[in-house]
């Protein structure tokens, strides 16, 4: 479904009727002039802001929040400017209490991947106007410890965004993607949860942008708040919200479908002797902090690679061999690096995710946690099923049938023999 109507629109739309009526509202207000709308806007927050005021002074019955929580995560790590972006987007609209529990470093493409039988180190760290915490574990570490009860005062929270994130996260890159799995992670605590990423691009994008996505997804955010406060927001899927590489000149929501859209991934051989050139680096992150970073890694990867070769290059086993002579086995060991290279995504439908960020629109993708089949494929795989079904007992009922026919040949012999 477009934000604004369109011929191409799903026949079917997921969404609640409440949540559409608010994002067409949203999408109302910004055809208004800029003027027009700074002013309504500026006097909505005054109006609210004394009922919030008052909200949150007010002591809380039965020991509920004045407001609504809203855990963030973010699979770019504590300090990335996305996450910054969207707290600061969220304290300063007042609408919940934002909490966060985020790794401690970028944690990409590790899928739904969790820490067992390790210890995990939670941390307090500031951030203004929000309770946050870094984690020394994956993304959906912090989702399951923040949810657990163990680290919040809090039994579970209203809603749980994972963003903003790097890079678009459409199609199947879903099933790498350490931030749909946050998101995923949520959903099966029973949780809403919220998906946000933006499609980053070398050279072009800043990470001022980050601010304008923020502020592009807020209305989305606060529509889906106010169902989840009324008992209407819909359940059984999260939202996978793509944000177009210029967020501050998107042309509006718009549903869509996940489409089939697979990133390729290159593997390069890395020397041991020294670490790769720092060109590589460049291109897989956007900050100079995590590009050193990265290059510290693998100087002491490499170091320790020289380290274990050296130690271990040639190593003797024992030969059980008549000649009782020593067999001896060379140990190699290689360094490999994997990244995803674009590829051409050709004849792309106009309704899947990847085509409407390309179009410049931000992609709402609702997913099933447990990759829900398509509907049509129902009867066919029935059909095989029982086939399938039919011919396994059809090779059981074989062999019972030949043992039959030999007892009756075996009771047709008896009398004669008599």
């Not at 970073?293 to 320790?304: I, N, R």
């Amino acid at each position: 479904m477009e934000s604004t109507s369109g011929e191409d629109a799903p026949k079917r739309n997921p969404l609640p009727a409440a949540l559409v009526s608010n994002l067409q509202s949203v999408l109302a207000a910004r055809r208004t002039p800029a003027a027009e709308v700074s002013t309504a806007a500026a006097a909505g927050e005054a109006e609210a802001s004394a009922p919030e005021a008052e909200a949150s002074d007010a002591p809380a019955g039965d020991g509920a929040p004045a407001r609504p929580i809203v855990l963030l995560t973010c699979a770019g790590g504590i300090r990335s400017a996305g996450l910054a972006a969207l707290v600061d987007a969220l304290v300063a609209g007042g609408r919940c209490d934002v909490h966060v529990c985020a790794p401690e470093s970028d944690k990409p493409a590790c899928g739904h991947s969790i820490t067992i039988r390790e210890t995990i180190t939670a941390t307090s760290v500031d951030f203004t106007g929000a309770k946050a915490f870094e984690i020394s574990g994956t993304p959906v570490d912090c989702v399951s410890l923040a949810l657990s009860g163990r680290l919040f005062p809090w039994s579970s929270p209203a809603l749980v965004i994972s963003g903003i994130n790097t890079r678009p996260n459409c199609g199947y890159e879903m099933f790498h993607s350490s931030a749909i799995a946050a998101a995923r992670e949520a959903l099966v605590y029973g949780v809403p949860s919220i998906a946000i990423s933006l499609n980053w691009k070398k050279d072009e994008t800043k990470d001022s942008d980050f601010k304008d996505a923020a502020q592009a997804c807020l209305p989305l955010i606060n529509a889906a708040l106010d169902d989840i406060v009324k008992g209407t927001f819909f359940r059984g899927c999260l939202l996978n919200i793509g944000v177009p590489s210029a967020p501050s000149a998107n042309k509006g929501f718009k549903l869509t479908k996940q489409s089939g859209y697979s990133p390729a991934q290159n593997w390069q051989a890395v020397s041991a002797s020294r670490p790769s050139s720092a060109t590589h680096f460049m291109g897989m992150h956007q900050s100079l902090g995590i590009q050193l970073a990265q290059l510290g890694k693998d100087a002491s990867a490499a170091g320790a690679a020289r380290r274990v070769s050296a130690q271990r290059k040639m190593v003797e086993v024992e030969s059980v061999a008549a000649a009782g002579k020593q067999e001896i086995r060379e140990v190699v060991k290689k360094l490999f690096r994997a990244e995803f290279v674009e590829k051409r995504h050709e004849d792309l439908d106009e309704d899947v995710d990847l085509r409407a960020l390309e179009n410049g629109f931000i992609s709402v993708t609702p997913l099933n946690v447990h990759g829900q089949v398509e509907p049509e494929m129902g009867p066919p795989a029935s059909d095989w099923l029982s086939a399938a079904v039919s011919l396994d007992k059809e090779k059981d009922a074989a062999p019972a049938a030949a043992d039959q026919q030999d007892v009756a040949a075996e009771e047709k012999e008896a009398p004669l023999a008599a």
